[in-house]
């Protein structure tokens, strides 16, 4: 019998993440972009919550 193997992720770094390479891309600053992203996974999390 094959063995199934899945990967839970928790989804705030990667929003985090996705937030940060956003703000580089509209030519942020990496400080700036790690705060923005920072603020947009927190944001997420209060509504969902």
Known sequence: ???K???SINRAPV???WA???A???GFR???AL???KAVA???AQAKG
């Open 24 to 26: 580089r891309r509209l």
């Open 30 to 32: 990496k400080v700036e």
């Open 42 to 44: 927190g944001l997420n």
């Open 5 to 7: 193997n899945t990967i």
């Open 35 to 37: 705060t923005l992203g």
């Open 15 to 17: 929003l985090t993440l």
């Open 1 to 3: 019998m094959a063995q």
């Open 20 to 22: 940060i390479v956003v």
